[in-house]
């Protein structure tokens, strides 16, 4: 079964960064596009960010662009997102997974919280 496990998160002050990761098992992960979602407080899942399987080519929300990186290390089965300039908005739990299609099982998730 995939594994997917997500660390990294915190609470941190409005303006703050965080840098996540999810390190990925019992999959060909260099070969997967992986991307970071988020779920806030009763919303909707949505995509924050995508990677192609080998790094060359990302895909960001709009509401993250300029502030989020998503970046991978296919030796280390591992995918990051570095988050700065962080605002009260960012407030989720975090998930990591393959895209489009996500896998069925999701990880645990990491929570960031942002305080204004």
């Known amino acids: 079964q995939v594994q997917l496990v997500e660390s990294g998160g915190g609470l941190v002050q409005a303006g703050d960064s965080l840098r996540l990761s999810c390190a990925a098992s019992?999959?060909?992960?260099?070969?997967?596009?992986m991307s970071w979602y988020r779920q806030a407080p009763g919303k909707e899942r949505e995509l924050v960010a995508a990677i192609a399987s080998n790094g060359g080519k990302t895909n960001y929300a709009d509401s993250v662009k300029g502030r989020f990186t998503i970046s991978r290390d296919n030796a280390k089965n591992t995918v990051y997102l570095q988050m700065n300039s962080l605002k009260p908005e960012d407030t989720a739990v975090y998930y990591c997974?393959?895209?489009?299609?996500?896998?069925?099982?999701w990880g645990q998730g990491t929570q960031v919280t942002v305080s204004s």
């Open positions: 997974n393959k895209w489009p299609i996500p896998f069925a099982s």
């Open positions: 019992r999959f060909t992960f260099s070969s997967t596009v």
